[in-house]
């Protein structure tokens, strides 16, 4: 059980670590937010979703871990939680656990946050985007367009979102 114990702490402590990165990743981007190029944006997700990954990954090795202690400790009702799980463990291990317990919970309140704002940030880029080309198309119905031999085309033309 000790070892399962040390092995539960070393997940958590990993997980604050990645938490930790993925948090400075969203405050970047945020912080850059409309002042970078699409290239810089993705290298930025890329780096957001190696976090996501990993996080995903340890997610399943502790829950792996917390069921076997949970077993182990004879927890009757199904699995326990990692403050009934610490509450079995020796007073330093106790207080480990739960301080990254803690500092793990207090990332992810953080993350939330930074995710709204740059969710929020895109919204409002996405609306205006959609404003521009509403007054464009508006623009197009009414002034006539020229073919290149300096026809007048008799339908309206159409254009492409991409091309906006």
Known sequence: MNRDMHELLAILQREVALHGAL???LANEAALDGKMNGGELLRIQARKNQCVR???????????VA?????EIGGAGGPMTLREIASHAGEEMRAALLRCHHELLTLIQRIRALALVTAQNAQARLKAID???????EALKMHPIYSEEGRLHKRT???KSTSA
Request: glycine residues 0%.
């Open 23 to 25: 948090e400075a990743e």
């Open 157 to 159: 033309p159409t254009l």
């Open 131 to 137: 404003a521009t080309l509403f007054v464009v198309r």
């Open 67 to 71: 069921d076997n202690l949970s077993r």
């Open 54 to 64: 990993a996080i995903r990954e340890l997610e399943t090795q502790r829950t792996a």
